[in-house]
């Protein structure tokens, strides 16, 4: 039975033409295409013919059904039309030297391959089209046809297909061609179609099914079948965050994009010019193996006439996107596959094969290859499989779903390749030492024979040795080839190959033996030389991203070889830099668990490792283990004797770490200290330029701020963010760091529109150098969404968007970091001005009890947090509940920071309003007259707090019936907030309806 016939296309008015039945294998559909334009071009008529008959119809009946339309049959074979059915070669010679020849004028064939063809084709005279350009191709089909060229008008589809021969312009990582890909032709089909009939700008489709089903062959097929609709096709590897980053971003110089910045820049590049079809409209990209949806929105270009394609195990993908269940082979797809590459076996054979491993693709693929090429019957195979006369394998290997028979048939197939192919094994055992998914490989050969074990010189010496052995493993469908872009010299270096996670799994546990450590010991050493040794470059993140997955699944932390301590020392460095912190830590983890095993706690390895490990823990808020791991450090490096000047290094870089964790926990004082003294010797040791010395001084305004000291922060973050523009670059993260410590200094001067206009900008910088979801991005828009609030922005606006960022960030770190806390703080504030008080109050709370299991009770920062809850309170009429909130956080504030802090001042000023409103009118009067002479000192005439404060204090003296005293205060703080904020101001617009102040609370960890 053939498949259904497509519609008839190019009849042209008048004139003679004749019809062509056009008829095609799915995976020759791009040519199909091709020739039915051409003739078309030329004034005939044609009808395109899909053809796989089921296996059970005659295949002379199947020609026969070609014959119902009125014309010529034109086949497009190749050695794989050949083997459709699947059909043995008897069954197609007895076709074509009996029906074929005796209707030999009704048929006519082109030719697609270079291989040799049955020479029972012979009878179809066909003309071969492969490797020929596009003019001579379509010569030698007019001439075939006995056609005369004459070029009528046909209307062109919108979306025509280019010539097969021809690739698109840019063509990114695909993986190789499966040329034993079989059936799936109704998928790609329907694939194609929702594909090309979504509504503009929202072609995405998913697919999603479980780990071996055969998703990224579906999806790879896809791209090389209809290759000839798209001028731009890219792949996009998703095992790891980075790594699919890098991926996309280098789409930006293959379109011709500017590729020198950021990678986080990169991407949003390529996503903006693809959203405009730039430089072209017909574009693909395929997202292998994406888990976590959440990400979308940074990739997905969100318009454009172009594709997405997603592969997944995760079926939480709904939003903007069409899904596509992928499940097992249909039989008929199982028996097909099986018996091309065994054709020695029946059809009742293959479909015992089928069954025993419940048409699962992956574990065909591994049958198939086994019967293939040992030729061996089924009855003795699936015997084998089945356990007679084996030791039946105790292992939790294999996933639930999979059949014990196929960890059976792996066994079976290393015993083999033992035999007749032993470095196949040793190449095997040594990717199993990988993390599965894609493995370097290719970098084995670039390690000098000298310094490989004796045992593996071979792989860098016998480039032969190591061709059979790959070729084997991929002959056996244990690896797949990646395709990847050639460098120069030895292209075996740039070899690269994916194993499935099953397959790893399976292969991990049946090659574990005595000589693990040499294999172990090998791919550190390639590990090594995959390293480009700087890890703060963006450029080489996508490296670093691909390795880090092979470092714990390598036991590379147990290694004793000083290169490889410092290639993990450089992978630390890179989680840093680019935002992994919690991957990071777990990684800084792993090493301290060997190094302390084997290394002295003063070795420079270890010192480095606990400057690492000391950032990443801070950064995802786990400070106090932090502050024991500095403070250890610091106190063996003071008792050690100071022999040189890298010891005095040594030293500043332990005091800065201990200053940071200080900070963090809220001994603001003692931390300014020691950070004092880490700028002094690094301007001593390096000069006031150099990138340490800067970092010191940034750190040094953080500081600054945390003490309220706002305008010497300013002075200080300024200098930093100037030198670092001329030192760094503009768009430098250390020099974006500076711009955003800037405008949030201003933001605290009150300096709200200047604050406002800076972290605007510097909000557009760190989307592009860095990416939406870097942590240090997701700072900057914190910083903009309360820069936008203080300069009075829309509420409606802010609120819609700090529920989208409080999303990201519960995305990028969880709900109990630090920074989540503080979003969450400044949320719930800003709901309760905005009379959502329920809300406000669930979130203040949470934020609360965050801090104070991170920080502890006696903390700056979760003490001010109950002025927040006091103005809750007394949003739902709690007045007494209110005032004692603020009583106890004026005590505990005066008391950790001094009663001239401005955090301190701002409780103080709640705090005369909550004794105003509980009819306390001199204690009242005497507070808020109190704080605002502080804030006078400590933060100017014109700062917002201490306007709020004299308009606190005048409602205080006209509730003591002082009215001449209190009119002439709320003038003089009207015309300062008039001047300073604007007319329209809300600040001002409150002073001016004498609406009592209040201060809310923003936490700051530094």
């Given at each position: 039975?053939?498949?259904?016939?497509?519609?008839?296309?190019?009849?042209?008015?008048?004139?003679e033409?004749?019809?062509?039945?056009?008829?095609?294998?799915?995976?020759?559909?791009?040519?199909?295409?091709?020739?039915?334009?051409?003739?078309?071009?030329?004034?005939?008529?044609?009808?395109?013919?899909?053809?796989?008959?089921?296996?059970?119809q005659?295949?002379?009946?199947?020609?026969?059904?070609?014959?119902?339309?009125?014309?010529?049959?034109?086949?497009?074979?190749?050695?794989?039309?050949?083997?459709?059915?699947?059909?043995?070669?008897?069954?197609?010679?007895?076709?074509?030297?009996?029906y074929?020849?005796?209707?030999?004028?009704?048929?006519?064939?082109?030719?697609?391959?270079?291989?040799?063809?049955?020479?029972?084709t012979?009878?179809?005279?066909?003309?071969?089209?492969?490797?020929?350009g596009?003019?001579?191709?379509?010569?030698?089909?007019?001439?075939?046809?006995?056609?005369?060229?004459?070029r009528?008008?046909?209307?062109?589809?919108?979306?025509?297909?280019?010539?097969?021969?021809d690739?698109?312009?840019?063509?990114?990582?695909?993986?190789?061609?499966?040329?034993r890909?079989?059936?799936?032709?109704?998928?790609?089909?329907?694939?194609?179609?929702?594909?090309?009939?979504?509504?503009?700008?929202?072609?995405?489709?998913?697919l999603?099914?479980?780990?071996?089903?055969?998703?990224?062959?579906?999806?790879?097929?896809?791209?090389?079948?209809?290759?000839?609709?798209?001028?731009?096709?890219?792949?996009?590897?998703?095992?790891?965050?980075?790594?699919?980053?890098d991926?996309?971003?280098?789409?930006?110089a293959?379109?011709?994009?500017?590729?020198?910045?950021?990678?986080?820049?990169?991407v949003?590049?390529?996503?903006?010019?693809?959203?405009?079809?730039?430089?072209?409209?017909?574009w693909?990209?395929?997202?292998?193996?994406?888990?976590?949806?959440?990400?979308?929105?940074?990739?997905?270009?969100q318009?454009?006439?172009?594709?997405?394609?997603?592969?997944?195990?995760?079926?939480?993908?709904?939003?903007?996107?069409?899904?596509?269940?992928?499940?097992?082979?249909?039989?008929?797809?199982?028996?097909?596959?099986?018996?091309?590459?065994?054709?020695?076996?029946?059809?009742?054979?293959?479909?015992?094969?089928?069954?025993?491993?419940?048409?699962?693709?992956?574990?065909?693929?591994?049958?198939?290859?086994?019967?293939?090429?040992?030729?061996?019957?089924?009855?003795?195979?699936?015997?084998?499989?089945?356990?007679?006369?084996?030791?039946?394998?105790?292992?939790?290997?294999?996933?639930?779903?999979?059949?014990?028979?196929?960890?059976?048939?792996?066994?079976m197939?290393?015993?083999?390749?033992?035999?007749?192919e032993?470095?196949?094994?040793?190449?095997?055992?040594?990717?199993?030492?990988?993390?599965?998914?894609?493995?370097?490989?290719?970098?084995?050969?670039?390690?000098?024979?000298?310094?490989?074990?004796?045992?593996?010189?071979?792989?860098?010496?016998?480039?032969?040795?190591?061709?059979?052995?790959?070729?084997?493993?991929?002959?056996?469908?244990?690896?797949?080839?990646?395709?990847?872009?050639?460098?120069?010299?030895?292209?075996?270096?740039?070899?690269?190959v994916?194993?499935?996670?099953?397959?790893?799994?399976?292969?991990?546990?049946?090659?574990?033996?005595?000589?693990?450590?040499?294999?172990?010991?090998?791919v550190?050493?390639?590990?090594?030389?995959?390293?480009?040794?700087?890890?703060?470059?963006?450029?080489?993140?996508?490296?670093y991203?691909?390795?880090?997955?092979?470092?714990?699944?390598?036991?590379?932390?147990?290694?004793?070889?000083?290169?490889?301590?410092?290639m993990?020392?450089?992978?630390?460095?890179?989680?840093?830099?680019?935002?992994?912190?919690?991957?990071?830590?777990?990684?800084?983890?792993s090493?301290?668990?060997?190094?302390?095993?084997?290394?002295d706690?003063?070795a420079?390895q270890?010192?480095?490792?606990?400057?690492?490990?000391?950032?990443?823990?801070?950064?995802?808020?786990?400070?106090?283990?932090?502050?024991?791991?500095?403070?250890?450090?610091?106190?063996?490096?003071?008792?050690?004797?100071?022999?040189?000047?890298?010891?005095e290094?040594?030293?500043?870089?332990?005091?800065s770490?201990?200053?940071?964790?200080?900070?963090?926990?809220?001994?603001?004082?003692?931390?300014?200290?020691?950070?004092?003294?880490?700028?002094?010797?690094?301007r001593?040791?390096?000069?006031?330029?150099?990138w340490?010395s800067?970092?010191?001084?940034?750190?040094?305004a953080?500081?600054?701020?945390?003490?309220?000291?706002?305008?010497d922060?300013?002075?200080?973050?300024?200098?930093?963010?100037?030198?670092?523009?001329?030192?760094?670059?503009?768009?430098?993260?250390?020099?974006?760091?500076?711009?955003?410590?800037?405008?949030?200094?201003?933001?605290?001067?009150?300096r709200?529109?200047?604050?406002?206009?800076?972290?605007?900008?510097?909000?557009?910088?760190?989307?592009?150098?860095?990416?939406?979801?870097?942590?240090?991005?997701?700072?900057?828009?914190?910083?903009?969404?309360?820069?936008?609030?203080?300069?009075?922005?829309?509420?409606?606006d802010?609120?819609?968007?700090?529920?989208?960022?409080?999303?990201q960030?519960?995305?990028?770190h969880?709900?109990?970091?630090?920074?989540?806390?503080?979003?969450?703080?400044?949320?719930?504030?800003?709901?309760r001005?905005?009379?959502?008080?329920?809300?406000?109050?669930?979130?203040?709370?949470?934020?609360?009890?965050?801090?104070?299991?991170?920080?502890?009770?006696?903390?700056?920062?979760?003490?001010?947090?109950?002025?927040?809850?006091?103005?809750?309170?007394?949003?739902?009429?709690?007045?007494?509940?209110?005032?004692n909130?603020?009583?106890?956080?004026?005590?505990?504030?005066?008391?950790?920071?001094?009663a001239?802090?401005?955090?301190?001042?701002?409780?103080?000023?709640?705090?005369?309003?909550?004794?105003?409103?509980?009819?306390?009118?001199?204690?009242?009067?005497?507070?808020?007259?109190?704080?605002?002479?502080?804030?006078?000192?400590?933060?100017?005439?014109?700062?917002?707090?201490?306007?709020?404060?004299?308009?606190?204090?005048?409602?205080?003296?006209?509730?003591?019936?002082?009215?001449?005293?209190?009119?002439?205060?709320?003038?003089?703080?009207?015309?300062?907030?008039?001047?300073?904020?604007?007319?329209?101001?809300h600040?001002?617009?409150?002073?001016?309806?004498?609406?009592?102040?209040?201060?809310d609370?923003?936490?700051?960890?530094?």
């Amino acid at each position: 039975m053939v498949a259904q016939r497509e519609t008839a296309r190019g009849r042209p008015p008048g004139g003679e033409s004749e019809h062509f039945v056009v008829v095609f294998p799915g995976y020759h559909r791009g040519w199909g295409n091709w020739i039915a334009h051409r003739l078309e071009s030329h004034g005939h008529r044609t009808t395109l013919q899909r053809w796989d008959p089921d296996r059970e119809q005659p295949l002379e009946e199947a020609l026969v059904d070609l014959q119902l339309a009125t014309g010529r049959v034109l086949l497009v074979i190749s050695d794989l039309f050949l083997q459709l059915g699947p059909r043995t070669e008897a069954d197609w010679n007895a076709v074509l030297r009996g029906y074929v020849a005796a209707h030999a004028e009704e048929f006519a064939a082109v030719n697609l391959t270079n291989r040799e063809l049955l020479p029972a084709t012979a009878v179809l005279e066909p003309v071969n089209l492969w490797g020929v350009g596009e003019e001579e191709a379509e010569r030698r089909l007019l001439n075939r046809l006995g056609l005369r060229p004459r070029r009528v008008p046909v209307p062109q589809p919108g979306y025509a297909s280019r010539y097969p021969n021809d690739p698109p312009a840019v063509w990114g990582e695909v993986p190789r061609r499966n040329g034993r890909f079989t059936g799936r032709d109704v998928i790609l089909g329907d694939l194609q179609q929702r594909l090309m009939d979504a509504e503009h700008g929202a072609a995405v489709c998913t697919l999603v099914g479980t780990a071996g089903i055969g998703k990224t062959q579906i999806a790879a097929e896809y791209a090389h079948r209809f290759a000839p609709d798209y001028d731009v096709v890219w792949w996009v590897n998703c095992d790891q965050r980075n790594t699919q980053r890098d991926t996309f971003g280098a789409l930006a110089a293959e379109i011709g994009l500017d590729s020198s910045g950021e990678v986080g820049e990169r991407v949003r590049a390529v996503r903006d010019a693809l959203r405009r079809n730039e430089p072209s409209g017909r574009w693909l990209l395929i997202f292998d193996g994406w888990e976590e949806p959440e990400d979308a929105a940074g990739y997905l270009p969100q318009g454009g006439s172009g594709h997405v394609l997603i592969t997944s195990r995760n079926k939480s993908w709904r939003s903007g996107t069409d899904i596509k269940q992928i499940s097992a082979f249909r039989r008929a797809e199982s028996t097909g596959y099986l018996m091309r590459r065994a054709p020695h076996i029946t059809v009742e054979q293959a479909d015992q094969v089928a069954g025993e491993f419940q048409d699962l693709p992956l574990q065909l693929a591994q049958a198939a290859a086994w019967l293939g090429e040992e030729g061996m019957e089924v009855p003795e195979y699936l015997r084998m499989v089945r356990g007679v006369g084996l030791t039946r394998l105790e292992s939790n290997t294999m996933p639930d779903d999979y059949p014990y028979s196929s960890m059976t048939s792996w066994s079976m197939l290393l015993n083999k390749l033992r035999k007749s192919e032993p470095r196949a094994v040793e190449l095997l055992s040594l990717c199993s030492v990988f993390a599965p998914g894609r493995i370097p490989l290719g970098l084995a050969r670039a390690i000098p024979s000298g310094e490989l074990p004796e045992s593996l010189r071979w792989l860098s010496s016998d480039r032969s040795g190591w061709s059979r052995a790959l070729d084997s493993l991929v002959n056996y469908s244990v690896l797949t080839r990646e395709a990847r872009t050639p460098a120069m010299g030895d292209v075996d270096q740039n070899d690269s190959v994916h194993m499935h996670q099953v397959v790893h799994s399976v292969i991990g546990e049946l090659t574990r033996g005595r000589e693990d450590e040499v294999y172990r010991d090998t791919v550190h050493r390639l590990l090594v030389e995959a390293d480009p040794g700087t890890p703060n470059d963006s450029r080489q993140w996508g490296r670093y991203a691909e390795m880090l997955p092979h470092l714990v699944a390598s036991a590379a932390p147990a290694s004793r070889e000083r290169r490889v301590q410092e290639m993990l020392l450089n992978c630390l460095r890179y989680c840093f830099a680019s935002g992994e912190y919690s991957v990071g830590s777990e990684l800084a983890e792993s090493i301290r668990a060997d190094w302390e095993t084997f290394l002295d706690p003063a070795a420079d390895q270890m010192l480095a490792l606990a400057t690492l490990q000391g950032n990443l823990l801070r950064q995802r808020g786990r400070f106090r283990e932090a502050q024991l791991l500095d403070s250890a450090r610091l106190q063996r490096l003071r008792g050690m004797p100071h022999a040189d000047g890298l010891h005095e290094e040594a030293v500043m870089d332990a005091t800065s770490c201990l200053a940071s964790d200080l900070r963090l926990l809220g001994q603001y004082d003692e931390a300014l200290q020691l950070q004092e003294q880490v700028v002094e010797v690094s301007r001593r040791l390096y000069g006031p330029l150099e990138w340490t010395s800067l970092l010191a001084q940034h750190n040094l305004a953080v500081g600054l701020r945390l003490l309220g000291r706002y305008e010497d922060a300013y002075e200080t973050d300024l200098d930093t963010l100037r030198k670092r523009e001329q030192e760094l670059r503009a768009r430098h993260p250390h020099t974006l760091a500076s711009g955003n410590a800037s405008a949030r200094d201003l933001r605290l001067m009150g300096r709200y529109q200047e604050a406002l206009a800076r972290q605007e900008l510097g909000m557009r910088l760190h989307q592009q150098v860095l990416g939406a979801q870097h942590p240090q991005t997701l700072m900057a828009r914190h910083n903009l969404l309360l820069c936008q609030r203080r300069a009075g922005a829309p509420g409606q606006d802010i609120a819609t968007a700090m529920a989208l960022l409080l999303e990201q960030h519960e995305k990028v770190h969880n709900r109990s970091h630090y920074s989540t806390l503080s979003l969450l703080t400044d949320y719930g504030n800003f709901l309760r001005e905005q009379g959502d008080v329920d809300l406000a109050r669930e979130l203040l709370i949470e934020a609360e009890d965050g801090f104070r299991s991170l920080l502890g009770q006696a903390h700056p920062v979760p003490t001010a947090m109950q002025s927040n809850a006091g103005l809750v309170l007394q949003a739902e009429g709690e007045r007494d509940g209110a005032l004692n909130m603020f009583e106890q956080a004026l005590v505990g504030l005066t008391t950790l920071l001094g009663a001239d802090h401005p955090t301190t001042l701002g409780c103080a000023l709640n705090a005369s309003g909550g004794r105003n409103l509980s009819e306390a009118l001199e204690d009242a009067y005497e507070l808020s007259g109190d704080t605002l002479e502080r804030s006078r000192r400590a933060l100017g005439e014109d700062h917002p707090l201490t306007l709020s404060c004299m308009v606190a204090h005048a409602g205080d003296l006209r509730s003591l019936r002082r009215r001449e005293e209190a009119r002439t205060l709320e003038n003089t703080a009207l015309e300062r907030f008039t001047h300073s904020l604007g007319a329209q101001h809300h600040h001002t617009l409150a002073a001016r309806r004498r609406t009592r102040p209040y201060w809310d609370y923003e936490p700051y960890l530094g």
